[in-house]
């Protein structure tokens, strides 16, 4: 078998190193939004938490199946720059809204908007990151994109809390400060990245069919299926706040709990990345299943702050472990050609998943109390770990075709 381990001349790209701070500043400016919008809805709009898991559900579903067809346009045009750049806008765009809201319908149309942001940008790159990248450090790649957008999601959430104590808990002043780091992300698209050359033959205008699914081979749809099942076992983190905040954590301290779930997801996200570039990608992913195992249980049964926030600590342990190794096995077992429209199928799917998991998290929380919304995410886990043994990594041959 070749080594495929990376050689000391291995470096990650520039423009990965340009898509991450991107992602760090939007998901600063998002993270400051979201980390109060659990308790904005409940506390000031008056929503219920049925609601909040239907606009978490649309909101991030939404964005999953638009980057179906922003995949599928960057393969064809053969550029993912002005997808980003639009994605990216959007999303800014979206922010004033969250302030000026008089009730939950117009947070739910501020979310859709900002969600379809995000899926237009989401994955053109994705591929960039694969285009750009030597395949032997794709997982590090992935990894570091990930850990620098969650550095973003864990500072968004400390500038909440300082935030909240600077203006008395004037949220809606707080949602317009938002806006800030959303206007340095989209300055960053339009001066630090650029398009990766477009090596592979024909790259640029595969045709409109629905044949090209014969493309994707049956590996690709396994990757896809354990995304699902991941997904119903993983909803909203709207329920993480939600179950920490019901414990009696003080309003103003309420984005803690994004702080230590991203906390611990930056941190180990790109060594995640690198296990997978050196080893079977599975295990991280199966390690990843049993963290969320593990917080489902703390957080169902868990007395009190403490055990609550233990397993909100091991919620973004399995995050680290997973979602750049599932980008990475996404990137590998897709053709080159159709790499943007892989994600966006992966994304579609997932997207899905998405909706009905957070709509059903809600649904349980509101009839069966919160214990019963982890213990189904629990048995989903249960399920993810059983389909992962049909998960074949794609040799590194087979993954540069």
Excluded at 333 to 347: K, V
Aim: include cysteine; aromatic fraction near 8%.
């Amino acid at each position: 078998m070749r080594d495929t381990r990376p050689g000391p001349a291995a470096r990650v790209p520039r423009t990965v190193w340009a898509l991450g701070l991107i992602s760090l500043f939007m998901d600063l400016s998002s993270e400051i939004i979201h980390a109060l919008l659990p308790v904005f809805l409940t506390g000031t709009l008056g929503a219920s938490v049925a609601m909040v898991g239907l606009i978490d559900g649309i909101g991030e579903s939404t964005a999953s199946i638009t980057k179906m067809f922003s995949g599928y346009l960057s393969d064809r045009f053969g550029r993912r720059k002005p997808l980003i750049l639009l994605g990216y806008g959007l999303g800014a765009l979206s922010k004033p809204f969250f302030a000026i809201a008089a009730g939950p319908m117009p947070v739910l149309g501020a979310r859709f908007a900002d969600r379809i942001g995000k899926g237009l940008r989401g994955a053109p790159r994705d591929a960039l990151v694969a285009d750009v990248t030597p395949l032997e450090i794709r997982g590090r790649a992935y990894g570091l994109r990930q850990a620098l957008d969650t550095v973003g999601a864990f500072l968004g959430p400390l500038a909440a809390i300082a935030l909240m104590f600077a203006l008395a808990d004037n949220m809606r002043a707080i949602f317009w400060i938002a806006l800030v780091p959303a206007v340095i992300s989209v300055l960053l698209v339009i001066f630090g990245v650029g398009e990766a050359e477009r090596r592979e033959a024909g790259s640029a205008k595969p045709p409109l069919k629905l044949a090209d699914l014969r493309s994707f081979d049956p590996g690709f749809w396994m990757v896809v299926a354990l995304g699902v099942v991941f997904t119903l076992a993983r909803f909203s983190e709207s329920f993480l706040v939600l179950r920490v905040n019901g414990e009696g954590l003080p309003l103003a301290w309420t984005p803690l709990v994004l702080v230590v779930m991203n906390l611990v997801y930056s941190l180990g996200a790109y060594p995640a990345g690198a296990i997978s570039d050196q080893a079977d990608p599975r295990w991280p992913m199966a390690g990843g299943l049993v963290c969320l195992l593990i917080a489902d249980l703390l957080l169902a049964f868990g007395p009190g702050l403490i055990a609550t926030f233990a397993g909100v600590a091991m919620w973004g342990l399995h995050m680290a472990l997973t979602q750049g190794v599932l980008a990475r096995l996404v990137a590998d077992a897709a053709p080159a050609q159709l790499r943007g429209s892989g994600f966006g199928l992966f994304n579609l799917a997932t997207g899905i998943a998405m909706l009905l998991a957070s709509v059903v998290a809600g649904l349980l929380w509101s009839r069966l109390g919160p214990a019963a919304t982890f213990l189904a995410g629990a048995l989903f886990a249960l399920i993810a770990g059983g389909m992962l043994r049909f998960v074949r990594p794609v040799a590194a041959s087979a993954a540069s075709r």
